[in-house]
């Protein structure tokens, strides 16, 4: 999830979505942006991370200040222990820059960078800024492992990059530029290499006419694709409820099966489909919860769970009618991604990675494009099949 950069309309966050979709800004400019535990648990990493850099590089802290402020953040109700591994990888790995680097680069941490010479009111706020000679470094934390993202053409970062072009330009002579995104938890650290003048070209005859559209306040330009799923208007934008009626473009005289150039078709299109439907049905839950109404649509009770009223009591009562109380607790073991989930990956690196081996995932279906090797079947093709079929059930 990308992080928010309150205020500017036109943010290195949201760059994605507004360069492809440059109507999405007049479009959202009134829906307000929703927040999720998702979003709360990205901003407390961040937040660590900034801590960890602040203390390795930028301020020095006695063990009791750091803990004082460790110790606050790891009191928040969205805090995970696995944060600190994470945090840790990020630290490491500019702590692994700078060091290869010949004297002590300049270090800047959640710098605000502004690229307004080319984006009307557009600044953001670099997680981690380096600089050595003529050479610029921009790292970005990204603690969620929904999507991994790739640092290659990576408006954000480039926008980033070229905030710091334009801000440090008379006190160094950037040449060359390296981005990183380090998301632990999706695919690691993604880098990406460029020079300054492919930087710039990409400003003027991109970024600036991307930018000349998505501030226009009339425009009515709209592009549905990925970056949807950031945008505030995902769930009203009738562009994106187009991808609605393009399933059902099979009526006519066609043959009564679908081709498999058809379930190509259809396959292409339902993951988009449904991740509208999910922010359609959180638009309308919210709606009916904060009073208002959806025609022909009401929320009702979910399915409950009993619970115990006092636990210890009715353990009592049932010892007292003879069970034994063997059969009232369970013990088993946690599996392998929860114990590294309670003791940080570093931990549970150092003690359990002798006794973990990695099974081969279930074969699923990915478009050509995706990044992952093709499935190279270790079992029969009976035994996969029936695999599928009992997932299916
Ligand atoms: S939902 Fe998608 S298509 Fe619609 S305005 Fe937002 S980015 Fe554009």
């Not at 990205?42 to 200040?65: D, I, Q, T, V, Y």
């Amino acid at each position: 999830m990308p992080t928010p950069e309150t205020h500017a309309v036109l943010s290195a966050s949201s760059a994605e979505r507004w360069m492809h979709c440059p109507g999405s800004v007049a479009l959202s400019k009134d829906i307000p942006e929703s927040s999720s535990d998702y979003a709360e648990e990205g901003r407390l990493a961040h937040a660590l991370a900034e801590l960890k850099l602040r203390k390795k590089f930028l301020e020095p802290m006695s063990p009791r200040a750091f803990n004082t402020r460790y110790n606050k953040l790891a009191r928040d109700n969205h805090w995970q222990p696995e944060m600190d591994a994470c945090t840790d990888e990020y630290v490491d790995y500019i702590t692994d820059i700078a060091n290869s680097l010949s004297t002590r680069p300049f270090i800047a941490v959640e710098q605000r960078v502004d690229f307004s010479d080319f984006v009307p009111g557009g600044f953001g706020t670099a997680d981690c800024i380096l600089i050595h000679e003529n050479t610029l470094y921009v790292n970005d934390y990204k603690h969620g492992k929904g999507v991994p993202v790739s640092a290659e053409n990576n408006p954000q970062m480039m926008l980033y990059a070229l905030g710091a072009v334009l801000n440090y330009r008379l006190l160094c002579n950037i040449q060359s530029i390296h981005t990183a995104i380090i998301q632990p938890r999706a695919g690691g650290i993604k880098e990406s290499n460029f020079s300054r003048d492919e930087l710039m070209d990409w400003a003027v005859f991109t970024v600036r006419l991307a930018a000349e559209k998505a501030a226009d306040p009339d425009c009515d330009e709209f592009h549905s694709g990925d970056w949807c799923r950031f945008c505030p208007a995902k769930a009203l934008c009738r562009e994106r409820s187009g991808i609605v009626s393009a399933m059902d473009n099979f009526g006519g005289r066609l043959p009564p099966l679908l081709s498999d150039d058809e379930v190509a078709n259809v396959l292409s299109k339902l993951d988009p489909l449904i991740r509208y439907g999910e922010a359609v049905k959180a638009y309308a839950q919210n709606k009916i919860l904060s009073g208002g109404e959806i025609p022909g649509w009401k929320l009702v009770e979910g399915r409950g769970n009993r619970v115990w009223t006092d636990q210890t009591a009715a353990f009592e009562a049932i010892k007292a009618a003879g069970i034994e109380e063997a059969l009232l607790y369970e013990r088993k073991p946690l599996t392998a991604p929860a114990l590294e989930k309670a003791l940080g990956k570093k931990v549970f690196a150092e003690v359990a990675t002798p006794y973990i081996t990695k099974q081969p995932g279930k074969p699923t279906l990915a478009p050509l494009e995706d990044p992952r090797e093709p499935y190279n079947p270790r079992f029969s093709a009976a035994e996969d099949f029936q695999n599928i079929k009992e997932d299916a059930k």
